[in-house]
């Protein structure tokens, strides 16, 4: 059930003031977060795994940052629905690292008879100001009554420039970028199924944040069958994907935009899903998207990073 806040603000569109800066919020990535990160994302590649691992997965800095407007709003009222992100990964995050999240919303606009937000945000070392993530979300926060949330009519349309994925089916996934590389190359799909305890630590269940990703009867109440996993876990594992192939340079040119535009329920079966569309020196575009188990895409859009001189 949820808690209502009255030290916070109600998280409604209305209440959105543009230009407000939110922060500095000080986290420190020690090793209890990055067991959290580990956990949350299925996650446990060699730069993160302990004891040796020197790094956290700077993929769950994005999730901070996505969360860092419920410093000021009660995330236990949120009821909105992330619809698109764009992330940029400039370095990567040591642990032990002191961190200092900012944002501040820089648009909120009218559309459809919906109300969105515009929140933009970046993740910097507190000591010496190196940034590490910065990113741009949008998300719903005025929903009409006649939408029923849970039946996927509120997600949003596919990102501009009409993405429409094509798998090559008879071309071989390519595990890593080599100096063979080339467009229309597949990469290894990642499959995840998210349970509820990785969703929960995810979406804040450590600090007793109740909403449609932790609590079963805050999802029924806002039309949903089942508590659902946060867009965001989808840009969490296509990072994780993403930086599988590229390598080590993902860390410091890796860059994401996706919209989403279906839910994904606890305990579906999805499928992270990229191809290379471009190569331009190092640098190397793909198209990128995310499917459930019945092949219906749940997310959609561009990614990408420059691949080790090497390659």
Known sequence: MARINPELRDPTYDNVVVGELIGPLA??????????????????????????????????????????????????????????????FVNPVPLNAKLHYTGKYTDKYMKRGKGYTVFDTEARDADTGILYVRQVSTEIMRIPDNIQLGAGGSRAAPAPGHIEPHWPEHVPPAAKADAALRPGTPVTPLVKCPEQGQMTVFSGGNTQWYNIHTDIEVALKAGFRDTLAQGMMETCWVAEMLAGFIGPSWHTSGWIKMAYIKPVYRADRITCRAVVQEIEGQRVTFHVWAENQHGDMTAVGWASADKANNA
């Open 27 to 88: 986290v420190t990535a020690d090793e209890a977060y990055r067991r959290r990160a580990c956990f949350a994302l299925d996650d446990y590649s060699g730069d993160y795994r302990a004891p040796s691992g020197p790094y956290v997965p700077a993929a769950m800095l994005g999730r901070d940052l996505v969360a860092l407007f419920c410093s000021v709003y009660d995330p236990s009222r949120t009821v909105g629905l992330h619809q698109k992100e764009e992330i940029w």
